[in-house]
Nanobody, 123 residues
């Protein structure tokens, strides 16, 4: 059974930083691409970042490029999202996603999802 457990969310002031973690279990981790998405109240789930199975290739959403960094540690079966220069508009529930073979930018491109972790950025 594949499981994804996010952690590291919380309340931070604008301009601050947070680092999210997503611990994966249930099958060979290094074979799966991993992604982060976010969803604010009343909005659709939005692509944030993705990393290939080896970690050599990354992609970012336009609104976070240059501020967020995705990485993974295959020995620990964990993917990370370092978020710097946070803005109030970054407030959302952040979801970890795994697997899939379609576009990394789409929700439909992933098979497994975590339960999410809340990130709140105050102004």
């Amino acid at each position: 059974q594949v499981q994804l457990v996010e952690s590291g969310g919380g309340l931070v002031q604008a301009g601050g930083s947070l680092k999210l973690s997503c611990a994966a279990s249930g099958r060979a981790f290094s074979g799966d691409r991993m992604g982060w998405f976010r969803q604010a109240p009343g909005k659709e789930r939005e692509f944030v970042a993705a990393v290939s199975g080896s970690g050599s290739s990354t992609s970012y959403g336009t609104s976070v490029k240059g501020r967020f960094t995705i990485s993974r540690d295959n020995a620990k079966n964990t993917v990370y999202l370092q978020m710097n220069s946070l803005k109030p508009e970054d407030t959302a529930v952040y979801y970890c996603a795994r697997g899939g073979s379609y576009s990394v930018y789409l929700v439909s491109g992933y098979i497994y999802w975590g339960q999410g972790t809340q990130v709140t950025v105050s102004s």
